[in-house]
C-alpha cells in the first residue's frame, strides 16, 4: 500500500483543517488506517485510528471531541477532519496503515505502511 497525505496548511487557533490520505493497492479496505504526527523536537505520537470497515475508530485524549477519523473504502481515502485547533497541534501528520485492529499499543505497533507527512500549522 503506497500512502500520499494531504491537506495541511496554516490556520489560525480555533480554526479548521481537513486532512486526506490516498491509498494505493486493491487491498486499502483490509487495512486499520491511522494517523500520527510529529511536532518539531517531539516524538512522533498516535493521532486516530480508524478500523477496516469504518465500524471503530480510536483517537487521543489531546484530539478527541475536536478531531474525527472516518475512511471511504470505494474512494480508497481516510480522513482526519480537525476541529477547534490549537497552537499545541502544530505538526507534521503522517497518514499509516496497521496490519488489524486492536488494542492501541498493537495498532501502533503493527503499522506496516506509511505515507509522506503534511505539515500542519497553527497560529495563536
Known amino acids: 500500500v503506497q500512502l500520499q497525505a494531504s491537506g495541511g496548511g496554516l490556520v489560525q487557533a480555533g480554526g479548521s483543517l481537513r486532512l486526506s490520505c490516498a491509498a494505493s493497492?486493491?487491498?486499502?479496505?483490509?487495512?486499520?488506517m491511522d494517523w500520527f504526527r510529529q511536532a518539531p523536537g517531539k516524538e512522533r505520537e498516535f493521532v486516530a485510528a480508524?478500523?477496516?470497515?469504518?465500524?471503530?475508530?480510536d483517537l487521543a485524549d489531546s484530539v478527541k471531541g475536536r478531531f474525527t477519523i472516518s475512511r471511504d473504502n470505494v474512494k480508497n481515502m481516510v480522513y482526519l477532519q480537525m476541529n477547534s485547533l490549537k497552537p499545541e497541534d502544530t505538526a507534521v501528520y503522517y497518514c499509516?496503515?496497521?496490519?488489524?485492529?486492536?488494542?492501541?499499543?498493537?495498532?501502533?505497533?503493527?503499522?506496516?505502511?506509511w505515507g509522506q507527512g503534511t505539515q500542519v500549522t497553527v497560529s495563536s
Open positions: 480508524i478500523s477496516s470497515g469504518g465500524g471503530s475508530t
Open positions: 493497492g486493491r487491498t486499502f479496505s483490509n487495512y486499520v
Open positions: 499509516a496503515s496497521s496490519r488489524s485492529w486492536g488494542p492501541r499499543a498493537f495498532i501502533v505497533a503493527t503499522v506496516q505502511f
